[in-house]
């Protein structure tokens, strides 16, 4: 069973950067395809962003993309979303996910991902 710990999230004023990790464990990492999702007050789920086992293609939600970055070090089993430019509408909870038999490009069309983190809360002040 995979398990995914996110840390990083946390209250940041508009304009103002996050840094969030994720860290795998219970399968070889470099076998998961790994992402972002994060969920708003009152939102439906949004795909965020995902990277390839290789780490040589990456997808981001048109609301993100210029602004956040995914990149992933298989050595240190993480992936890693910097958040830059952040705005009051990316307040949300954001969930680590990892995804074991599919593409990073399913993740991309918001296909559900074979597991979860618990989330981390993310709140960006006007």
């Known amino acids: 069973q995979v398990q995914l710990v996110e840390s990083g999230g946390g209250l940041v004023q508009a304009g103002g950067s996050l840094r969030l990790s994720c860290v795998a464990s219970?399968?070889?990492?470099?076998?998961?395809?790994m992402g972002w999702f994060r969920q708003g007050p009152g939102k439906e789920r949004e795909f965020v962003a995902a990277i390839s086992r290789s780490g040589s293609n990456t997808y981001y939600g048109d609301s993100v993309k210029g602004r956040f970055t995914i990149s992933r070090d298989n050595a240190k089993n993480t992936v890693v979303l910097q958040m830059n430019s952040l705005k009051p509408e990316d307040t949300a909870v954001y969930y680590c996910a990892a995804e074991g038999r599919r593409p990073a490009l399913a993740m991309s069309r918001n296909e559900t991902p074979d597991y979860w983190g618990q989330g981390t809360q993310v709140t960006v002040s006007s």
């Open positions: 219970g399968r070889t990492f470099s076998t998961l395809a």
